[in-house]
Every structure is written in structure tokens, then in C-alpha cells.
């Protein structure tokens, strides 16, 4: 699809705020995307498309969570998690987008996950980065992020744990295991 019907697609979905943020992530996919070798059109997409499924109503994504193949236990989780995985599935649905890239991208950027590769990570930082952010640690995740996408995942993993744990919450699974993951590695 198209960059700019992507953008027209995605518009009315969300709040003013809330797309002027997904045209901000695409633009930081972009620029992470520079020494990658990754698909730069592709991570834009995935940009404008990541937060597509954030305003549905909680009842519509947790009646796609039942019916669909999604993880069942998404459920017992807080409701903010649903949007990534659903919204991957509805952009195949509505938009037509069958990209498996683009979809991966878009169902672990609120997560994470174990093993994500590159072009997950780059939607992953580029959400937690994106200029518009101002989360404690934000800006030590942006300098690393120009470098090192593995060492940067990890501390926005580290950071949300923290904020989790700090304000008493679940944290799911997968946030754990690509947190491990990036540890073990050595980050
Ligand atoms: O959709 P956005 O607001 O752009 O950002 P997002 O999709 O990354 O949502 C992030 C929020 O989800 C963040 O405020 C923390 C919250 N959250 C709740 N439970 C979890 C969680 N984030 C992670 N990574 N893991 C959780 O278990
Ligand atoms: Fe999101
Ligand atoms: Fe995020
Ligand atoms: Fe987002």
C-alpha cells in the first residue's frame, strides 16, 4: 500500500494526537532504518499503521482475541495490550495488508517479544523514542538507539518493567521474555 492512502486509512481511526504520533513513529522508523538494511517504505507503513486498533472499543478487541488465533490469555491482561495484536489482524482484514513483516511489527510493538527481529525492534524503540515521548530514561533510549537497536530495546524493556512493577501492575509474558532474551544476549 501506498504511504499516503495508508496515512488516509488510518486518520479516522484515531485522534488528532494520536496520529500526529503514528506519522512521528513512522518518521523515527525511518531514521533508525538507515544502517539496517531494512525495508525503509516498509517501516514507514508499519509506522503509520502500528496504533490502528488503539481506539476500538474494549468489547470489539477482545471479540477478536476470542475468535481469531490470537493468545487467549492476552485477556487477563490489561486492555491497552490488545490493540498491537488485534490491530495486526485488521489491517489484513479492512486494509488488505497481508505483510507478515508489517504485521509482526505492528502485533509486538506495545509487548515485545523473545528473538524479535530487527525490523520489530525498529517499531518497538521507534514507539517508545518517537519525539513526542517524554518517559523518564527516554533520552539515554535515543542515544543508544542511533548505535545499538538490541542494547536499546533492552532498556525500554528494563524502563517499562520498572514502571510496571513500580505501580503495582501485571507485566506480560512476552515483555518478560524479550527481556530475558536481550539479557542473555548481554545487554
Ligand atoms: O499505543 P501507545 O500509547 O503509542 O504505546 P504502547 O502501545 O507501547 O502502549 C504502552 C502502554 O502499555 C504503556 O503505558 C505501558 C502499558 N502496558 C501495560 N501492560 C504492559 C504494558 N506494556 C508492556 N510492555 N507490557 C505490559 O505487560
Ligand atoms: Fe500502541
Ligand atoms: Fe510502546
Ligand atoms: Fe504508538
Known amino acids: 500500500m501506498d504511504i499516503e492512502l495508508a496515512k488516509e ?3 479516522p481511526h484515531l485522534t488528532k494526537e494520536r496520529y500526529e504520533h503514528s506519522l512521528r513513529v513512522a518518521e523515527t522508523a525511518k531514521m533508525l532504518a ?5 525495508d525503509v517504505r516498509k517501516l514507514e ?3 503509520v499503521l502500528h496504533d490502528y486498533a488503539k481506539y476500538r472499543p474494549q468489547e470489539e478487541l477482545a471479540r477478536w482475541i476470542k475468535s481469531s488465533t490470537l493468545p487467549k490469555d492476552l485477556l487477563a491482561f ?5 490493540h498491537g495484536p488485534v490491530g495486526a489482524l485488521l489491517i489484513e482484514k479492512e486494509l488488505g495488508i497481508k505483510d507478515k513483516v508489517i504485521q509482526g511489527a505492528i502485533r509486538y510493538h506495545t509487548t515485545g517479544a523473545a528473538n524479535m527481529n530487527k525490523f520489530e525492534m525498529i517499531i518497538f524503540l521507534a514507539d517508545y523514542i518517537e519525539p513526542g ?3 523518564p530514561g527516554v533520552n539515554e533510549v535515543r542515544k543508544v538507539a542511533e548505535n545499538n537497536l538490541q542494547q536499546a530495546c533492552w532498556m525500554a524493556l528494563s524502563n517499562t518493567i520498572h514502571f ?3 505501580k503495582g501492575a501485571t507485566v506480560y509474558p512476552d515483555t518478560f521474555y524479550a527481556y530475558n532474551y536481550l539479557t542473555r544476549l548481554g545487554y
Do not use: I, P, Q, Y
Not at 34 to 38: A, F, P, Q, T
Not at 78 to 82: A, G, I, M, P, Y
Open 78 to 82: 490489561h486492555h491497552e495490550l490488545w
Open 34 to 38: 538507515d544502517r539496517s538494511g531494512e
Open 164 to 166: 510496571l512493577v513500580g
Open 45 to 47: 507503513l508499519a509506522g
Open 133 to 135: 515521548r517524554s518517559f
Open 9 to 11: 486509512k488510518v486518520k
